[in-house]
């Protein structure tokens, strides 16, 4: 995971936020890591509660507004009741959300990426690219037409 932040960075990250490395932040930031991208609380919890037994949902909530707090964890504007976690150290990609099934899936347009270059090009500077695609995706649809 070479994109993601090693344990003694996570303890700087979160001392210079005012807060103390704990083993339940250490297990719930790697396990969003290792969750892979684009969970919500209960995926999260699912995951941490394998290797922290005893943990409580609101344990998850609360650890995550600390990993969000320092920068180390974005949250997904993906819409009404969808709130998906991903660690802030990803490459830039945007999403996909299927109403149907819930999944998130990434995607990184090159007419995007393009798009924005061309913004630089011409004097901009960028501060922020939000991009999001709602829909059914291919799996849900044929299913519908069956
Ligand atoms: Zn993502
Ligand atoms: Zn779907």
Not at 29 to 37: F, H, I, N, T
Not at 86 to 99: I, Q, R
Request: proline share 4%; with cysteine; aromatic share 8%.
């Amino acid at each position: 995971m070479p994109d993601t932040v090693a344990r003694a960075q996570l303890d700087t990250v979160l001392r210079s936020g005012g807060f103390r490395m704990t083993r339940q932040r250490r297990v719930i930031y790697e396990s969003l890591v290792q969750a892979g991208r684009h969970v919500d609380a209960n995926d999260l919890f699912e995951q941490v509660r394998k290797r922290y037994p005893g943990i409580s949902l609101a344990t998850v909530y609360r650890t995550v507004a600390v990993l969000k707090a320092v920068g180390l964890v974005k949250a997904l504007p993906l819409g009404e009741g969808h709130q998906h976690f991903e660690p802030a150290s990803d490459t830039v990609h945007y999403h996909l959300l299927c109403t149907a099934c819930g999944r998130v899936m990434e995607f990184n347009p090159a007419e995007v990426a393009g798009a924005v270059a061309g913004l630089v090009e011409s004097g901009w500077h960028i501060e922020g690219v939000e991009f999001f695609v709602k829909g059914r995706c291919p799996k849900c649809t044929a299913q519908k037409n069956v």
